[in-house]
Protein backbone atom coordinates (compact mmCIF):
# COMPACT_ATOMS: atom_id res chain seq x y z
CA UNK A 1 0.00 0.00 0.00
CA UNK A 2 1.55 3.36 -0.79
CA UNK A 3 1.93 6.15 1.48
CA UNK A 4 -0.89 8.41 -0.47
CA UNK A 5 -3.43 5.20 -0.13
CA UNK A 6 -2.27 4.67 3.56
CA UNK A 7 -2.96 8.66 4.06
CA UNK A 8 -6.23 8.25 2.32
CA UNK A 9 -7.45 4.77 3.93
CA UNK A 10 -6.28 6.23 7.45
CA UNK A 11 -8.34 9.24 6.95
CA UNK A 12 -11.63 6.84 5.93
CA UNK A 13 -11.05 5.00 9.34
CA UNK A 14 -11.23 8.55 11.29
CA UNK A 15 -14.51 9.34 9.00
CA UNK A 16 -15.68 5.81 9.61
CA UNK A 17 -14.80 6.51 13.94
CA UNK A 18 -16.43 9.66 13.65
CA UNK A 19 -19.74 8.53 12.03
CA UNK A 20 -20.31 6.10 14.98
CA UNK A 21 -19.62 8.41 17.40
CA UNK A 22 -21.96 10.41 15.96
CA UNK A 23 -24.57 6.98 15.93
CA UNK A 24 -23.66 6.55 19.48
CA UNK A 25 -25.24 10.15 20.32
CA UNK A 26 -28.06 10.11 18.05
CA UNK A 27 -28.81 6.86 20.27
CA UNK A 28 -27.95 7.76 23.24
CA UNK A 29 -30.91 10.59 23.21
CA UNK A 30 -33.58 7.88 22.44
CA UNK A 31 -33.24 6.95 26.35
CA UNK A 32 -34.50 9.87 27.76
CA UNK A 33 -37.19 10.63 25.11
CA UNK A 34 -38.39 7.14 25.59
CA UNK A 35 -38.26 7.68 29.31
CA UNK A 36 -40.21 11.01 28.66
CA UNK A 37 -42.82 9.61 26.53
CA UNK A 38 -43.73 6.58 29.37
CA UNK A 39 -43.27 8.81 32.15
CA UNK A 40 -45.89 11.27 30.05
CA UNK A 41 -48.15 8.96 28.91
CA UNK A 42 -47.31 10.91 25.88
CA UNK A 43 -48.40 9.16 22.33
CA UNK A 44 -46.99 11.18 19.60
CA UNK A 45 -43.53 11.60 21.83
CA UNK A 46 -43.39 7.62 21.38
CA UNK A 47 -44.74 7.79 17.79
CA UNK A 48 -42.00 10.41 16.88
CA UNK A 49 -39.28 8.13 19.05
CA UNK A 50 -40.39 5.02 16.53
CA UNK A 51 -40.43 6.86 13.08
CA UNK A 52 -36.64 8.19 13.94
CA UNK A 53 -35.66 5.18 14.49
CA UNK A 54 -35.34 5.19 10.39
CA UNK A 55 -32.54 7.47 10.77
CA UNK A 56 -30.37 5.81 12.82
CA UNK A 57 -31.15 2.98 10.77
CA UNK A 58 -29.79 4.29 7.55
CA UNK A 59 -27.12 5.66 9.33
CA UNK A 60 -26.21 2.38 10.59
CA UNK A 61 -26.38 1.02 6.85
CA UNK A 62 -24.26 3.39 5.68
CA UNK A 63 -21.47 2.85 8.30
CA UNK A 64 -21.89 -0.89 7.51
CA UNK A 65 -21.37 -0.61 3.66
CA UNK A 66 -18.35 2.07 4.22
CA UNK A 67 -16.86 -0.74 6.16
CA UNK A 68 -17.31 -3.20 3.79
CA UNK A 69 -15.94 -1.13 0.99
CA UNK A 70 -12.77 -0.70 2.59
CA UNK A 71 -12.18 -4.34 3.56
CA UNK A 72 -12.63 -5.36 0.26
CA UNK A 73 -10.38 -2.30 -1.58
CA UNK A 74 -7.85 -1.95 1.48
CA UNK A 75 -7.51 -5.36 2.53
CA UNK A 76 -6.49 -4.17 5.97
CA UNK A 77 -4.02 -5.91 8.50
CA UNK A 78 -3.39 -5.76 12.15
CA UNK A 79 -4.78 -2.54 14.23
CA UNK A 80 -6.10 -1.37 10.74
CA UNK A 81 -7.96 -4.50 10.89
CA UNK A 82 -9.13 -4.28 14.59
CA UNK A 83 -9.92 -0.59 13.65
CA UNK A 84 -12.86 -1.74 11.14
CA UNK A 85 -13.92 -5.22 13.39
CA UNK A 86 -14.47 -2.72 16.04
CA UNK A 87 -16.59 -0.36 14.27
CA UNK A 88 -18.96 -3.53 12.63
CA UNK A 89 -19.81 -4.42 16.07
CA UNK A 90 -20.45 -1.30 17.89
CA UNK A 91 -22.14 0.05 14.68
CA UNK A 92 -24.40 -3.67 15.43
CA UNK A 93 -24.52 -2.87 19.58
CA UNK A 94 -25.73 1.12 18.87
CA UNK A 95 -27.86 0.16 16.55
CA UNK A 96 -29.61 -2.21 18.65
CA UNK A 97 -29.58 0.43 21.90
CA UNK A 98 -31.50 2.26 19.84
CA UNK A 99 -34.05 0.04 19.10
CA UNK A 100 -35.01 -1.10 22.55
CA UNK A 101 -35.53 2.29 22.95
CA UNK A 102 -37.95 2.40 20.42
CA UNK A 103 -39.17 -0.78 22.18
CA UNK A 104 -40.13 1.09 25.37
CA UNK A 105 -41.81 3.74 22.91
CA UNK A 106 -43.81 1.16 21.62
CA UNK A 107 -44.65 -0.12 25.25
CA UNK A 108 -46.15 3.10 25.73
CA UNK A 109 -49.07 2.21 23.25
CA UNK A 110 -49.54 -0.59 25.45
CA UNK A 111 -50.04 0.73 28.46
CA UNK A 112 -51.60 4.10 27.45
CA UNK A 113 -54.10 5.35 30.34
CA UNK A 114 -52.35 3.49 33.19
CA UNK A 115 -51.74 5.56 35.75
CA UNK A 116 -47.99 4.51 37.22
CA UNK A 117 -47.40 4.73 40.97
CA UNK A 118 -45.03 6.84 42.29
CA UNK A 119 -43.11 3.62 43.03
CA UNK A 120 -42.79 2.54 39.85
CA UNK A 121 -42.00 5.99 38.00
CA UNK A 122 -38.83 6.74 40.73
CA UNK A 123 -37.08 3.35 39.68
CA UNK A 124 -38.05 3.91 35.74
CA UNK A 125 -36.36 7.14 36.32
CA UNK A 126 -33.28 5.55 38.13
CA UNK A 127 -32.54 2.77 34.92
CA UNK A 128 -33.12 5.39 32.48
CA UNK A 129 -30.61 7.82 33.90
CA UNK A 130 -28.24 4.87 34.30
CA UNK A 131 -28.75 3.55 31.14
CA UNK A 132 -28.10 6.68 29.66
CA UNK A 133 -25.04 7.52 31.28
CA UNK A 134 -23.21 4.18 31.02
CA UNK A 135 -23.81 4.25 27.22
CA UNK A 136 -22.39 7.88 27.11
CA UNK A 137 -19.53 6.77 29.31
CA UNK A 138 -19.08 3.63 26.87
CA UNK A 139 -18.96 6.39 23.36
CA UNK A 140 -16.51 8.50 25.16
CA UNK A 141 -14.23 5.76 25.81
CA UNK A 142 -14.50 4.88 22.52
CA UNK A 143 -13.85 8.14 21.04
CA UNK A 144 -11.08 8.64 23.36
CA UNK A 145 -9.69 4.82 23.71
CA UNK A 146 -10.44 5.75 27.30
CA UNK A 147 -9.42 1.77 28.55
CA UNK A 148 -10.10 2.85 32.05
CA UNK A 149 -13.47 3.37 31.61
CA UNK A 150 -13.99 0.76 29.13
CA UNK A 151 -12.98 -1.68 31.35
CA UNK A 152 -14.70 -0.44 34.77
CA UNK A 153 -18.20 -0.54 32.66
CA UNK A 154 -18.98 -4.30 33.36
CA UNK A 155 -18.54 -3.11 36.86
CA UNK A 156 -21.13 -0.57 36.92
CA UNK A 157 -23.76 -2.04 34.92
CA UNK A 158 -24.33 -4.00 38.43
CA UNK A 159 -25.99 -1.15 39.11
CA UNK A 160 -28.36 -1.13 36.28
CA UNK A 161 -28.93 -4.75 37.10
CA UNK A 162 -29.83 -4.02 40.66
CA UNK A 163 -32.07 -1.46 39.72
CA UNK A 164 -33.91 -4.57 37.34
CA UNK A 165 -34.28 -6.07 40.41
CA UNK A 166 -35.69 -3.59 42.59
CA UNK A 167 -38.16 -2.55 39.43
CA UNK A 168 -39.92 -6.25 39.63
CA UNK A 169 -40.14 -6.06 42.93
CA UNK A 170 -41.75 -2.50 42.65
CA UNK A 171 -43.93 -4.14 40.11
CA UNK A 172 -45.64 -6.80 41.98
CA UNK A 173 -45.93 -4.60 45.49
CA UNK A 174 -47.94 -2.21 42.94
CA UNK A 175 -50.16 -5.13 41.61
CA UNK A 176 -50.69 -6.11 45.07
CA UNK A 177 -51.52 -2.92 46.87
CA UNK A 178 -52.46 -0.38 43.82
CA UNK A 179 -54.13 -2.11 41.54
CA UNK A 180 -51.81 -2.25 39.02
CA UNK A 181 -53.45 -4.59 36.05
CA UNK A 182 -51.47 -7.62 34.95
CA UNK A 183 -50.87 -6.68 31.19
CA UNK A 184 -49.35 -3.53 32.18
CA UNK A 185 -47.24 -5.27 34.72
CA UNK A 186 -45.64 -7.26 31.99
CA UNK A 187 -45.06 -4.33 29.81
CA UNK A 188 -43.36 -3.07 32.75
CA UNK A 189 -41.13 -5.96 33.43
CA UNK A 190 -40.58 -5.71 29.60
CA UNK A 191 -39.11 -2.45 29.58
CA UNK A 192 -37.14 -2.62 32.60
CA UNK A 193 -35.54 -5.88 30.56
CA UNK A 194 -34.87 -3.03 27.68
CA UNK A 195 -32.80 -0.51 30.38
CA UNK A 196 -30.75 -3.51 31.46
CA UNK A 197 -30.09 -4.47 27.73
CA UNK A 198 -29.28 -1.09 26.80
CA UNK A 199 -26.51 -1.39 29.56
CA UNK A 200 -25.11 -4.30 28.40
CA UNK A 201 -24.56 -3.03 24.74
CA UNK A 202 -22.42 -0.01 26.77
CA UNK A 203 -20.76 -2.93 28.26
CA UNK A 204 -20.12 -4.61 24.87
CA UNK A 205 -19.05 -1.44 23.67
CA UNK A 206 -16.51 -0.93 26.70
CA UNK A 207 -14.96 -4.99 25.91
CA UNK A 208 -14.08 -3.86 22.29
CA UNK A 209 -13.00 -0.65 22.74
CA UNK A 210 -10.39 -2.81 25.00
CA UNK A 211 -9.92 -4.98 21.69
CA UNK A 212 -9.02 -2.07 20.00
CA UNK A 213 -6.23 -0.91 22.10
CA UNK A 214 -5.08 -4.30 23.10
CA UNK A 215 -6.13 -6.95 21.28
CA UNK A 216 -7.84 -8.63 24.00
CA UNK A 217 -11.44 -9.77 24.49
CA UNK A 218 -12.89 -11.74 27.79
CA UNK A 219 -14.01 -14.48 25.25
CA UNK A 220 -10.39 -14.64 24.76
CA UNK A 221 -9.85 -16.19 28.23
CA UNK A 222 -12.22 -18.91 28.17
CA UNK A 223 -11.09 -19.63 24.36
CA UNK A 224 -8.01 -20.58 26.41
CA UNK A 225 -9.15 -22.80 29.35
CA UNK A 226 -11.24 -24.31 26.86
CA UNK A 227 -8.22 -25.21 24.43
CA UNK A 228 -6.12 -26.07 27.72
CA UNK A 229 -8.80 -28.67 28.34
CA UNK A 230 -8.51 -29.85 25.45
CA UNK A 231 -5.03 -30.20 25.83
CA UNK A 232 -5.73 -31.97 28.47
CA UNK A 233 -7.60 -34.73 27.72
CA UNK A 234 -5.78 -35.18 23.90
CA UNK A 235 -2.73 -35.85 26.97
CA UNK A 236 -4.72 -38.07 28.98
CA UNK A 237 -5.78 -40.48 26.21
CA UNK A 238 -2.48 -40.58 24.37
CA UNK A 239 -1.05 -41.74 28.02
CA UNK A 240 -3.44 -44.16 28.11
CA UNK A 241 -3.09 -45.43 24.46
CA UNK A 242 0.81 -45.90 25.57
CA UNK A 243 0.09 -47.79 28.53
CA UNK A 244 -2.73 -50.00 27.13
Known amino acids: MSDAIRRQFHAQLVEVKSEIVHLGALAMETIPRATAALLNGDLKAAQSLIDDDDIIDVKSIAIEDACMRLFALQQPMAGDLRSLMTAIKLNWDIERSADLSVNIGKAVRRIYGVELPPSVRGVVEQMSAEAYRLTRLAIDAYMDLDLSIAAALDDMDD?????????????????????????????LALIGRYYERIGDHAVNIGERTQYLVTGWLPEHTGAARADA?????ADAQADGATWS
Do not use: K, N, W
Open 159 to 187: RLDSLQADLMRTIFDAHETHGLGLQPAVQ
Open 229 to 233: RARHA
